[in-house]
């Protein structure tokens, strides 16, 4: 396992170094593409958010605003119906009867009935007597209406509908409950005489409650109202904020005309918006927390965020994919250019598909490849060609001299009556030329290499009238192998016509053959002239001429070992002057096949 | 090449998964648990405990609580309040807000209460224990010395008077006595003939009340330490008449305690502001809950409040609460 993942781990920088070449066309389409795409889409989304963000508390403070718009109709139309029912007690009242009174008090009565928001109504003269409440209980004598501030406004100004914020009522004993009051004045005709008298209608907070409750304004938001004052008419924590346990911000509120405002109120932004209501002096006051917003906010940068996640991802994954198809071709034929750039020329035709501009640059790669390999072939040939026509030429060279030569001496031997000689020196040429021509093979035994050039040296050693003497030693295992023909004699021709021919003292020539190591090694060593070293540096590098030179045969059996077996074999030569010189011929063992040993 | 994919792949994959989970987290963390509170006072149908329960329910409401509120039929069943203790203890509650009925008594269970991980606000009367999260309710010593100077407002420097207590031991009625006996002492003039206890109970209150006026004609003043003294004494002038003549200072402020105080029966009480401390003290105990710091001790005032003042509208907010 762990070596598993050292082994990934060790590849991962290979495979990045190869995919992430910042020069590669896949990577350089892939990063752009993707870089592009990004910023696009980075941008887009920067765009989105901000303007979903800018309007973001507008819209909030707007869709507040519209909100609360009807619950505003819908409290002004509640304080209308309180002030119509003011109207009904000032019509039936215009003249006071007992009847009339009666008449009233059953209204209300029906109307109390049907209305569990009202809590009392009251009708007093303008000395504070009561003439009616409904519904009714223990007076409290102990309190007095004519004292009390807002009886006195309203008598004074009976057309004026007053508003009281909440008190506790005290009308009765015992009964302490909280009100909102409406007063009006009301002009009567009693026992003959105008008076101003006042009507009361005391309001619990249950219907105020319940239009201010309907409303929503988020998870927290909630309205609350207050008057022109700052006393708090309704607030859905009202005790809290009686027991001063709450606050509330009505200074700013008071302050603010219609509209919104953003305010920071006790460590949390919050957005308040303020609606005046008529018939009144309140103000409806909405409150909605704009952490609330930025948690719709928080749900809109997530959206934003995904869609841009996955609109990465999905670029960056289409534009490796459409890069590598892309490059994919192009890589293969890189590939396959590399394998043709460290010479290996036997690759298959590509297959041509993928665009047309590699479609095209496929084609022309495998075009030129198959004229390449055609060219190389017929320079292969044409070279063989050459090489065989002028080994048929040295051939054809060396033979006509040197018969010309031995008959001439086969002739001279005749003339002298030495039959023995001209018998032997026949003899030599016949199995001398057998063997060069040996069925046209380039390849013979070691055994048959070696008595070509043992007829030679005798057809010469007869013809040179013994100037030389000359040995050959063959290592037995040597006979185990066959060699390239005709290697030897060229340089045993080249020892006696340059090496023994220029010496006075009688020669010596000694051939060996032995294997060492990996390759079999033929050595010719004469005592002749030697070969000076400034010649001996030219001898491979001269072009053949038709001149007969030292060298020429030397630079042949080494091109010919050279050429057929690799520049590993070939000729190389020891000289010195007036003391020999020796060559040495080094050829791969060729193990001798059965069957061919003696033929 | 195809590793390549593989890898920009894992890595993608991983920052989806990373982004997803990091939204799922999100929006789990919005729900909340429900904590249970147990609130226990000293009793259950009085109308001064009525408001706590306002208060307590008030804050319950708010901050989404599952409210038990819970106390013994009368004051001095200091063993039933106890026993509710234990009860409380042994459902596990989430957190205990009690107004000890009695200052020693209630300290081993409440200590129980608090080693067993339970956090325990003390209202109203607190125990003689400095483990306790934390104390709301009035400054009883301050509440004596204003019951103390209201005194000397109404009757003046020289008098004659006589104190009804509650329950001896309570620690709310040892400070208030404390702090009365402290303002008076500045004053030589004041005569002190007796300091009674009404165990809390308002038959007796008056029937003490009764007493005393028997024994002492020449008596100016009778001075309450709770809402039953308060409305024995009341009930006990008022049956002999001498409503106006004998000055009662009290405290709290029941209904019948503001109807005898607009009767002129009483001359003056000293407010609590109950609602306060059933709201505080269940708010606190939701902050101890949740390793907020809370305040150790929490005066949640008193006011002194007569006929001429008792319908201001800032007094009006302290004797009605407003019932939602």
Not at chain 1, 327 to 338: A, C, G, V, Y
């Amino acid at each position: 396992m762990k070596s598993k993942l050292k082994r990934i781990l060790k590849k991962v920088p290979k495979a990045a170094r190869r995919g992430f070449r910042i020069n590669s066309i896949q990577s350089i389409i892939t990063l752009s593409f993707s870089a592009v795409t990004m910023l696009a889409m980075t941008m887009v989304g920067i765009g989105l958010y901000s303007s979903f963000s800018d309007n973001a508390e507008v819209n909030a403070a707007s869709s507040a605003q519209q909100i609360m718009e009807q619950a505003t109709i819908n409290l002004e139309n509640y304080l209308e119906d309180m002030m119509e029912i003011s109207d009904i007690i000032r019509k039936n009242m215009r003249e006071v009867t007992p009847n009339s009174i009666q008449n009233l008090d059953n209204l209300l009565s029906l109307t109390l009935e049907m209305r569990k928001d009202i809590v009392t109504v009251a009708i007093y003269t303008g000395n504070g007597n009561v003439i009616l409440t409904n519904p009714v209980y223990d007076t409290d004598y102990n309190y007095q209406i004519h004292e009390q501030e807002w009886f006195k406004q309203t008598i004074s100004n009976p057309d004026m509908y007053l508003i009281q914020p909440p008190y506790v009522q005290r009308l009765f004993e015992g009964r302490r409950p909280w009100v909102v009051s409406m007063s009006s004045g009301l002009s009567v005709e009693y026992l003959g005489r105008t008076e101003t008298w006042a009507a009361m209608v005391d309001l619990n907070f249950s219907l105020i409650e319940q239009l201010c409750n309907r409303v929503s304004l988020g998870k927290r938001g909630y309205i609350y109202i207050v008057d022109e004052y700052g006393n708090i008419i309704y607030h859905p924590q009202q005790q809290l904020l009686y027991s001063g346990l709450k606050q509330e911000s009505i200074s700013e509120v008071l302050e603010q005309e219609q509209g919104s405002f953003i305010e920071d109120f006790q460590g949390e932004s919050r957005i308040s918006t303020v609606k005046n209501i008529q018939f009144s002096n309140w103000k409806m006051v909405g409150i909605s927390y704009v952490d609330e917003l930025a948690e719709n906010q928080w749900d809109l940068n997530n959206y934003i965020m995904y869609i841009l996640i996955f609109g990465i991802v999905f670029v960056i994954l289409a534009s490796i994919f459409l890069s590598s198809k892309i490059s994919k071709p192009i890589k293969r034929l890189e590939h396959q250019m590399n394998r043709v750039e460290q010479g290996d020329f036997d690759i298959e035709n590509l297959e041509v598909k993928g665009e047309d501009e590699v479609k095209r640059l496929t084609k022309a790669f495998n075009l030129m490849i198959s004229r390449i390999k055609q060219l190389m072939e017929q320079i292969v040939n044409e070279q063989e060609e050459k090489r065989k026509s002028e080994f048929k030429a040295l051939q054809a060279q060396i033979n006509p001299h040197f018969l010309y030569n031995t008959l001439d001496s086969i002739i001279w031997m005749n003339e002298n009556q030495n039959h023995q000689g001209v018998s032997e020196m026949t003899a030599a040429l016949a199995k001398f030329f057998r063997i060069s021509i040996s069925k046209g093979n380039e390849i013979i035994d070691v055994a048959d290499e070696i008595e070509h050039v043992g007829n030679y040296l005798l057809i010469q050693k007869i013809r040179y009238k013994n100037k030389f003497d000359y040995s050959i030693d063959v290592q037995e295992q040597a006979y185990g192998y066959r060699t390239l023909k005709l290697i030897l004699q060229p340089i045993v021709e080249n020892a006696i016509y340059h090496g023994i021919n220029k010496i006075q003292e009688k020669g010596e020539i000694n051939i060996r053959a032995v294997v060492e190591n990996d390759h079999l090694l033929f050595s010719v060593t004469d005592n002749g002239y030697g070969i000076k070293p400034e010649r001996l540096k030219e001898i491979f590098k001269r072009e053949p001429t038709n001149k007969r030179t030292s060298g020429v045969g030397l630079k042949n059996v080494h091109e010919r070992i050279q050429l057929s077996y690799g520049s590993g074999f070939g000729v190389d030569i020891e000289s010195i002057i007036e003391v020999g010189t020796t060559v040495n011929i080094r050829i791969p063992l060729i193990k001798l096949q059965k069957g061919e040993n003696n033929e | 090449m195809s590793r390549i994919y593989r890898i920009a792949l894992l890595v993608l994959t991983i920052i989806i998964v990373l982004s997803l989970f990091g939204c799922a987290k999100n929006d789990l963390s919005n729900s909340e648990e429900k904590y249970s509170i147990k609130v226990i006072v000293k009793n259950r149908s009085h109308a001064f405990w009525s408001v706590v329960q306002m208060g307590a329910e008030t804050a319950a409401r708010e901050f989404n609580i599952d409210l038990v509120f819970d106390g013994p039929e009368n004051e001095e069943d200091i063993d039933g309040q106890i026993q509710l203790v234990e009860d409380a203890i042994a459902i596990d509650s989430d957190a205990i807000v009690l107004a000890a009925s009695d200052y020693v008594r209630l300290v081993p269970v409440a200590e129980k209460a608090i080693a067993s991980g339970i956090p325990v606000i003390v209202i109203d009367s607190t125990i003689e224990s400095d483990k306790m999260d934390s104390f709301v309710g009035t400054d009883n010593m301050d509440a004596g010395k204003k019951v103390g100077e209201s005194l000397i407002d109404k009757v003046g420097t020289e008098c004659t008077i006589a104190v009804i207590s509650f329950v001896k031991g309570a620690a709310s009625a040892t400070q208030r006595e404390t702090g009365f006996a402290e303002t008076v002492s500045d004053y030589p003039g004041v005569e002190v003939i007796e300091t009674v206890y009404c165990n809390s109970d308002e038959l007796l209150a008056q029937q003490l009340t009764k007493d005393i006026v028997q024994d002492n004609p020449q008596i100016d003043a009778i001075v309450c330490l709770n809402a039953y003294s308060t409305a024995g004494a009341a009930r006990g002038i008022d049956e002999l008449g001498l409503a106006g003549e004998i000055i009662i200072i009290g405290f709290d402020s029941t209904p019948l305690e503001i109807t005898f105080l607009e009767k002129g029966v009483i001359q003056s009480l000293i407010v609590q502001n109950p609602f306060n401390m059933g709201y505080l003290g269940v708010k606190y105990a939701l902050d101890s809950i949740n390793n907020k710091k809370i305040p150790k001790n929490v005066n949640t005032g008193s006011e002194v409040i007569d006929i001429d003042n008792m319908y201001l509208p800032e007094n009006q907010k302290l004797l009605f609460p407003f019932t939602e």
